[in-house]
């Protein structure tokens, strides 16, 4: 009886085998047939539009009730060769920024941190959290309006004064 099972278990895997060898191949695939290269087709890449540069005066806006601090300097914006800098009346910032189909793209903002007496700080926080949320932004005329979400502001353009000092 011993040597039977040892030659059940044998002929059991040699059947396996067989089955194994049969499944591999009819399993085998052809070679892929190769494909003449696609020439690549040129996409033109979208020209960059960019903000007008410039120089721009707070006149109102929705982050305070008079639309500006009265006694405290102007909120600033200016526009130089894709950047843009930025005065709150207090602190200053400064990032790239660039027209992404009708919205200011405001990238990596950095700014001082200056302590300012209120409203300018709750001012300032809000200014320059318009200008990272992508706002819509439309010029017409002299008078830029920046739009996002529940704030606005409106600037009006500001000929030959310097930028806001970068940080």
């Not at 500006?68 to 909120?75: E, F, Q, S, Y």
């Not at 930025?86 to 990238?107: K, S, W």
């Not at 200056?114 to 706002?135: D, I």
């Amino acid at each position: 009886m011993h040597y039977r099972d040892r030659r059940s278990f044998r002929n059991c895997l040699l059947a396996l085998a067989a089955l194994a060898l049969a499944a591999m191949q009819g399993c085998t695939t052809a070679p892929a047939p190769v494909e003449a290269p696609r020439e690549a087709v040129p996409v033109p890449a979208p020209a960059p539009v960019s903000v007008p540069d410039g120089g721009w005066e707070l006149v109102t806006s929705s982050f305070v009730g008079a639309g500006r601090i009265p006694g405290v300097p102007r909120a600033t914006l200016a526009f130089t060769d894709g950047r843009v800098s930025a005065f709150g009346g207090c602190n200053t910032a400064n990032a790239a920024a660039r027209n992404t189909a009708g919205r200011l793209e405001v990238l990596a903002l950095t700014n001082t941190r200056r302590s300012c007496p209120e409203p300018l700080g709750v001012f300032e926080t809000r200014f320059f959290n318009l200008l990272q949320a992508q706002p819509v932004f439309r010029i017409d005329s002299d008078t830029l309006t920046l739009a996002a979400g529940d704030h606005s502001a409106r600037f009006r353009r500001v000929a030959g004064r310097p930028a806001a000092k970068e940080p």
